[in-house]
């Protein structure tokens, strides 16, 4: 059990520029979730993949985020033209349907400059 | 809404005291996983102890344990015999949905175990 893994750890970017993050989760976990999380505060929920169907997405999803799941593996998060407002630590967790405890990965912090 | 509150943002122990972190939550559910969540500076989130509603024994881990209260929707932490590697950010979480899961977490409370 390699637990979830994140990358890139760290990236910095320019205002409008466009980002994406990659998570791979736990083999065999079918359940994957993207929270962020600002300095000081609690994550919170940006989407739901269960397999490869997004399920539930928060209204912190604005249009530039884009989620994807594509074969229930892996998943990307993609940030279209940057905003300040958009540095944050973005976390990834899995976990098994109907075991309900999350496993979360590193993270990836985002700066935008 | 269901929100999740840790009135608590900072707290300080002494090495090898015993230390409790306040969470009180609302939900209008009756089955339901209450997590408590550990996050030392720049590491990752870790995991330390969850609750399941239905279960009316409050669960432990080793020298964490959780004082569960169902009808006053309170979920605190108790570490006991605090060690330093314990210092860390420590977060209440509650899920906002059954069918999926999701996660909504308290503000967290920092937590100093001082030499």
């Known amino acids: 059990d390699t637990g979830v893994s994140q990358n890139p750890r760290h990236k910095i970017t320019k205002r409008g520029q466009n980002v994406t993050f990659r998570c791979d989760p736990i083999?065999?976990?079918?359940?994957l979730y993207w929270y962020r999380q600002t300095l000081g505060q609690g994550p919170e929920f940006l989407t739901y993949?269960?397999?490869?169907?997004?399920?539930?997405k928060s209204r912190l999803l604005s249009d530039r985020f884009s989620a994807e799941r594509p074969k229930g593996s892996f998943s990307t998060l993609e940030i279209q033209r940057t905003e300040q407002g958009d540095s944050a630590m973005y976390l990834c967790?899995?976990?098994?349907?109907?075991?309900?405890?999350?496993?979360f990965g590193p993270g990836t912090r985002l700066l935008v400059l | 809404a269901q929100t999740v509150t840790q009135s608590q943002p900072e707290m300080s122990v002494q090495e090898a005291e015993t230390v409790t972190l306040s969470c009180t939550y609302d939900?209008?559910?009756?089955?339901?996983?209450l997590f408590w969540y550990k996050q030392p500076p720049s590491r990752q989130m870790i995991l330390v102890i969850r609750?399941?509603?239905?279960?009316?024994q409050n669960a432990t881990e080793n020298r964490f344990s959780v004082n569960f209260q169902k009808a006053a929707k309170s979920f605190s932490l108790k570490i006991s015999d605090s060690q330093l590697g314990d210092t860390a950010m420590y977060f209440c979480?509650?899920?906002?949905?059954?069918?999926?899961?999701?996660?909504?977490f308290g503000g967290g409370t920092r937590l100093m175990v001082k030499p």
């Open positions: 967790a899995s976990s098994i349907s109907g075991t309900e405890t999350q496993y």
């Open positions: 083999s065999e976990h079918n359940r």
């Open positions: 993949f269960q397999n490869e169907a997004q399920l539930e």
């Open positions: 939900t209008s559910e009756n089955n339901y996983y």
């Open positions: 609750q399941e509603a239905y279960k009316q």
């Open positions: 979480a509650f899920p906002f949905n059954n069918a999926g899961n999701m996660l909504t």
